[in-house]
């Protein structure tokens, strides 16, 4: 019923609208992600599927996260679960997962492993980092923070940020209110 695991989650369809709706062509999207005009019309036409990384070059490149991509993936459940995947057991490749399928208010992300600690992020809305298991640090707002399993960090949506894990197999959460979401203010007045 509610549970979709037989279902592949595909992302080109989502893809293909942001990218629509910016007004860019794939070459546009090629250039400022790296990857290859090809290998976008195959993600965008469902024949290939983006690791994660490429997931993230193609959201930046669209202006948005991987998360919201993932997001618009699936149509809308009002309820729905998330099974976790054997597929996904320890290992040395970090992983991330969507705890939240669908165009909804708020979306989940579990990060396993490794995480790019180079790569700044930024969500238009508030966030809460959860760390389930091992230890993180996060740079935000000039600040170290350094958390252990059981500790939370919240962001004000807008606040530029870097992480990285710190211990081996460590799990972080990421609670998001998604993009499409007016929960911030103008913050100019």
Known sequence: MGDHKEQPLRVGAAVR??????????????ERSGLSVPFLSQIENDRARPSTGSLEKVADALRTTAVELLAAADPACSVDVVRADDSQAAGPEPRSRSLVRGHHQM??????GGHEAGREIQYRNDQLMFVADGAVEIEAEGRAY?????????????????????VPDTRVVVVAVAEHIEAVRNRKR
Do not use: C, N, P, Q
């Open 17 to 30: 609208r942001r990218r629509r709706s910016l007004d860019l062509t794939l070459a546009v999207v090629a």
């Open 107 to 112: 979306h989940a992300t579990e990060f396993t």
């Open 146 to 166: 350094r958390l252990g399993r059981g500790d939370t960090l919240y962001l004000t949506g807008g606040v530029r940020h870097r992480w990285r894990a710190t």
